[in-house]
């Protein structure tokens, strides 16, 4: 029996019936010629799949059940987010996944496969499995790649139970932190974030706040020692935030060093290596490790056509469309892409109404829409059980906050915003968001543009 088949045993509800149809499609459709091809069905590629289906019905001119076609091989989608509150006891990873058959509507097409190869100049793509597919339009929405293998020791670590060593970034290791934060009884606790592009920079610190507050309330707070390893120059991208967050760090006594990238794990000798911006090194002894390990682009995208020199969907930051004009028919959003904000669901949700204008006004007009992308961004930064800082901003770091009229400077923790991050986000995401149906600060409103 195939994935998808088992996925859809699975599922029960309204949609078990339109799952079994679309997995019975997926397997035996020959159409190999679609309006719009969709690379990824992670956030971006599920909303802007919806989105743009929905905005071709409110313009009267709908597409036909098939016309949208998303691409991706998964069993399962994750709501990434969550992993983070995994860690911090507030949920099982099971409540932040979905079988990925589940969520296509009937008039969405679900190929279970993935992309080989591109080829704009025929406007087309190969499967890894051979097959050609051809598009009037592409969105590339495919996420990035996680190096697990950029810091030597660290897949055999995270294998490895006894080894005090976890990471929010991946489902099969989120409920490890929250085993080895609650395991912990006194020694060195270390947290890392590398250098570079990583998806949600504010998670790595995330996760140490909630092991601080978490050691605080059991009275273990002064048999622990909290360092973070950051491989950034500082605390966060936002000047504002980060000289709170710094300052919160020295309130609360935890120690720092910045510019310093894990290179090696020694689990056998609870010993972890940093490489300092000179180049030189330095160990550290560690009782657990929370690793954000390094991140990059995947490598069906680096190299190909559409790509940047970096490996990124190389498209313009306000319009969302390729820079190149051969391949005005190509849009990308996300992690994939080459913009320059931080790689966030929340950024998503902004990306998307953007890209979706824009893709329904080249595919009608041959032109793009008035619609721009200012860069908006979010990390929800999660700072204790009860309290999170909700950082908003744009291109150029600039911070863009959309409840400071009302409740006052965003850099103050507060409660609400811990239940934003905690209860409304999952339901929005779950509910509103992958179907399309949540537009980023305008909510359940799609934006009007002039």
């Known amino acids: 029996m195939s994935n998808m088949l088992l996925a859809c045993r699975r599922v029960t509800g309204p949609r078990a019936r339109q799952t079994v149809a679309l997995a019975r499609y997926a397997s035996t459709s020959t159409k190999e010629k679609f309006r719009v091809l969709v690379i990824g069905a992670?956030?971006?590629?599920?909303?802007?799949?919806?989105?743009?289906?929905?905005?071709?019905?409110?313009?009267?001119?709908?597409?036909?059940?098939?016309?949208?076609?998303?691409?991706?091989?998964?069993?399962?989608?994750?709501?990434?987010?969550?992993?983070?509150?995994?860690?911090?006891?507030?949920?099982?990873?099971?409540?932040?996944?979905?079988?990925?058959?589940?969520?296509?509507?009937?008039?969405?097409?679900?190929?279970?496969?993935?992309?080989?190869?591109?080829?704009?100049?025929?406007?087309?793509?190969?499967?890894?499995?051979?097959?050609?597919?051809?598009?009037?339009?592409?969105?590339?929405?495919?996420?990035?790649?996680?190096?697990?293998?950029?810091?030597?020791?660290?897949?055999?670590?995270?294998?490895?139970?006894?080894?005090?060593?976890?990471?929010?970034?991946?489902?099969?290791?989120?409920?490890?932190?929250?085993?080895?934060?609650?395991?912990?009884?006194?020694?060195?606790?270390?947290?890392?974030?590398?250098?570079?592009?990583?998806?949600?920079?504010?998670?790595?610190?995330?996760?140490?706040?909630?092991?601080?507050?978490?050691?605080q309330k059991s009275g273990r707070g002064n048999n622990i020692k909290i360092d973070f390893m950051n491989g950034m120059p500082s605390m966060f991208s936002v000047k504002k935030y980060s000289d709170a967050l710094n300052a919160l760090r020295i309130e609360r006594g935890i120690g720092a060093e910045f510019q310093h990238n894990l290179v090696s794990i020694d689990v056998a000798n609870r010993k972890a290596t940093f490489k300092k911006d000179d180049g030189s090194t330095t160990d550290r002894d560690f009782t657990l490790l929370h690793v954000t390990p390094p991140m990059g682009p995947l490598d069906f995208i680096k190299g190909s056509p559409i790509a940047d020199s970096a490996g990124w969907v190389e498209v313009d930051q306000a319009t969302l469309r390729h820079v190149k004009p051969e391949f005005g028919n190509i849009f990308a959003l996300g992690d994939c892409s080459s913009l320059p904000t931080s790689k966030t669901i929340a950024a998503i949700t902004s990306q998307a109404p953007i890209l979706t204008e824009n893709l329904f006004s080249v595919m009608d007009t041959g032109k793009v829409s008035s619609a721009k992308y200012d860069g908006y961004t979010s990390c929800p930064l999660l700072t204790g059980y009860g309290e999170l800082m909700l950082t908003e901003f744009m291109y150029g770091f600039v911070p863009k906050e959309s409840f400071a009229n009302y409740l006052g400077d965003q850099t103050k923790r507060r409660r609400i915003f811990y239940h934003f991050k905690k209860d409304l986000f999952p339901w929005v995401y779950w509910s509103r968001m992958v179907d399309g149906k949540w537009f980023g600060p305008s909510g359940p409103f799609r934006p009007k543009f002039v």
């Open 42 to 215: 992670g956030s971006g590629g599920l909303t802007v799949a919806n989105q743009i289906y929905n905005r071709f019905k409110a313009a009267g001119k709908p597409l036909n059940a098939g016309d949208v076609v998303v691409l991706d091989a998964a069993d399962y989608h994750y709501y990434q987010p969550g992993w983070t509150l995994v860690g911090a006891g507030l949920g099982s990873k099971t409540d932040f996944r979905r079988p990925l058959a589940s969520l296509f509507p009937p008039h969405i097409t679900h190929i279970a496969e993935n992309v080989k190869s591109f080829y704009p100049e025929s406007s087309s793509v190969t499967t890894t499995s051979g097959r050609t597919i051809s598009y009037d339009s592409l969105v590339v929405a495919a996420g990035l790649k996680i190096n697990w293998d950029g810091i030597a020791g660290l897949p055999q670590a995270l294998a490895d139970p006894s080894s005090g060593v976890s990471s929010i970034y991946s489902y099969d290791t989120c409920s490890k932190v929250q085993h080895d934060i609650d395991a912990l009884r006194s020694g060195n606790a270390i947290f890392t974030q590398p250098a570079g592009i990583i998806k949600c920079p504010g998670a790595p610190q995330k996760i140490m706040w909630m092991a601080w507050d978490r050691y």
